[in-house]
């Protein structure tokens, strides 16, 4: 099991620049695609552990490199090495209709919206991420419907 008081340390000794975010849409099957480029350094980590719920994770790069990942139900762990740059996340998710977190589909007037709720740990279930409030980042999120 995870030490809480490592993870934190460990995070507040990396440096959490930005995420770049490509999303391509299916509305029609309430999933998404998505590219993520979560730019860092990381002096003191071999593996880094990622927040991600319910996605699938398709591939990861560091500064372009494809680099082994191992994913369980709650985590992307990242074979990194220590690097200062870009991580790069290839990855799946769905639309819930029935978790009104993460990403879900609600009802609008005749119709629905699809909206997001990440407070205070949720942004894991859209999008592979570093999910803790003290680790705050710029993010630039580009969507294709």
């Given at each position: 099991?995870?030490n ?9 000794l ?15 099957n ?9 730019y ?14 319910d ?16 994913q369980?139900e709650n985590?992307?762990n990242?074979?990194?090495?220590k ?11 769905i ?8 990403i ?7 119709s ?8 205070a ?8 991420c ?6 705050k980042a ?7 419907v």
């Amino acid at each position: 099991m995870e030490n809480p008081l490592i993870r934190l340390t460990l995070y507040l000794l990396m440096k959490l620049d930005r995420y770049e975010i490509f999303l391509d849409f299916d509305f029609k099957n309430a999933k998404y695609k998505g590219i993520e480029k979560i730019y860092l350094e990381n002096d003191e980590q071999e593996v880094l552990s990622i927040d991600a719920v319910d996605l699938k994770i398709n591939s990861v790069k560091v500064n372009g490199k494809e680099v082994e990942y191992s994913q369980s139900e709650n985590k992307l762990n990242v074979k990194s090495g220590k690097f200062s740059g870009e991580l790069e996340i290839e990855f799946e998710g769905i639309v819930s209709d029935t978790h009104l977190v993460g990403i879900y589909k609600a009802k609008y007037d005749q119709s629905y919206i699809v909206t997001t709720q990440f407070e205070a740990s949720h942004a894991r279930r859209f999008i592979p991420c570093f999910d803790v409030p003290y680790m705050k980042a710029r993010f630039k999120l580009f969507v294709r419907v």
